[in-house]
């Protein structure tokens, strides 16, 4: 290692102690991968355990700065990345978190976590694509399926989707036949969507030949939930239905430079850890003041194990993401990540 003096501190921040703690590691391990193999000899990765709370990320973030840490990667939860906030505000160095709450974006902070409206977007643009025009939504009574509801309210219209309305039911799938009813009662729709995984996608499934939806006249939709969800093909009902993912290719590489190093599967939140190591680490490679907030929201994007991505003035990652489609034994990717975003933010 090169003296203090000449290294560049990027801090960490993950709860690697306290109930989410295996997930932290997972994060830990995976920016190891990116340190390794892309930071350069003056590069130092940080770890810093928040405990998995606003209180323990808040002094973490305060502690990073004291050390002279340039840039902050972490922490997980939403109202962590709240508290690091003013701390990483006051010293003027970027933050890349891995929450997807689009709310905590902002300032100092850019976030790498699939929010519901990339993968909404994603998702309506190719149903559009194919011809379809109108959209249903299902998800369930949780604060993930009410930010997935309202955020299919603007990217409907963004995407010309007319939404036809959204519709609640119970965690499990409980009472998914009333809000299919509900539904049906708006008027018809020649897409749905359905924000679960789980029995809650079983539950629902199981209700649509019921209810009189078929996939092929309705286009089935999922958000990326679907794609860490072991029993998606089980369900005939769901066969054709598609939904965005990470690329095949990125993702497959990095999953199998984990399980070589570590022995285990990563989870899909472990390549979050990667790529905002690996963004700050191709930083660094650039020259010692190269980690500002105007470089890593740099237009062009970066590339990682999730695809491409780039961050949007308010702090939130635009996605190029992948269609899959799902099959009898999971799913297939049928249209790949675009390479390179087409033009402006949106």
């Known amino acids: ?40 000899a003056n590069f130092v990765l940080q770890p810093y355990d928040t405990g998995g709370t606003a209180q323990g990320a808040a002094q973490a973030a305060r502690s990073a700065v004291s050390q002279g840490a340039r840039m902050i990667v972490g922490p997980l939860f939403a109202d962590s990345v709240r508290a690091v906030a003013p701390v990483a505000n006051e010293a ?29 977007r994603r998702i309506f643009e190719h149903a559009v694509q194919k011809g379809r025009h109108s959209v ?6 949780t604060p993930a399926g009410r930010k997935t509801a309202e955020a299919a309210q603007s990217v409907a219209a963004q995407t010309g989707m007319r939404l ?62 679907w794609d860490s969800d072991p029993g998606l093909g ?22 199998q430079k984990y399980e070589n190093m570590y022995g285990a599967s990563p989870s899909d939140i472990a390549a979050l850890g990667h790529d905002a190591t690996a963004l700050a680490a ?13 470089t890593v929201r740099n237009p062009h994007g970066f590339v990682g194990a999730g695809g491409l991505f780039r961050f949007r003035a308010d702090g939130v990652a635009e996605r190029g993401l992948a269609i899959r489609e799902v099959t009898a034994s999971g799913s297939t990717q049928v249209e790949p990540a675009p390479r390179a975003f087409p033009g402006p933010m949106l």
């Open 282 to 294: 191709v930083l660094v490679r650039t020259g010692p003041n190269a980690i500002t907030l105007q």
């Open 1 to 40: 290692m090169l003296a203090d003096t000449a290294s560049i501190r990027v801090a960490f921040l993950a709860p690697l102690s306290g109930s989410a703690a295996a997930v932290g590691q997972e994060l830990l391990n995976a920016a190891q991968i990116a340190a390794i193999e892309i930071g350069p």
């Open 92 to 120: 003027g160095i970027p933050v890349v978190a891995f929450s997807s709450d689009a709310t905590v974006a902002g300032g100092a902070v850019n976030l790498i976590g699939f929010v519901p409206a990339e993968q909404l």
């Open 164 to 225: 036809v309305g959204a519709e609640s039911y119970q965690p499990g799938g409980a009472g998914a036949d009333v809000a299919m009813s509900r539904l049906r009662s708006r008027g018809s729709f020649d897409a749905l969507l359905i924000a679960d995984t789980g029995a809650g996608l079983t539950s629902v499934a199981n209700q649509l030949a019921m209810s009189g939806i078929e996939s092929g006249p309705v286009m089935i939709l999922g958000t990326m939930l």
């Open 136 to 141: 249903a939504v299902l998800v369930p009574n």
């Open 234 to 255: 089980r369900n005939r009902t769901l066969t054709g239905a598609r939904f965005p993912a990470p690329d095949e290719a990125g993702i497959s590489a990095f999953r």
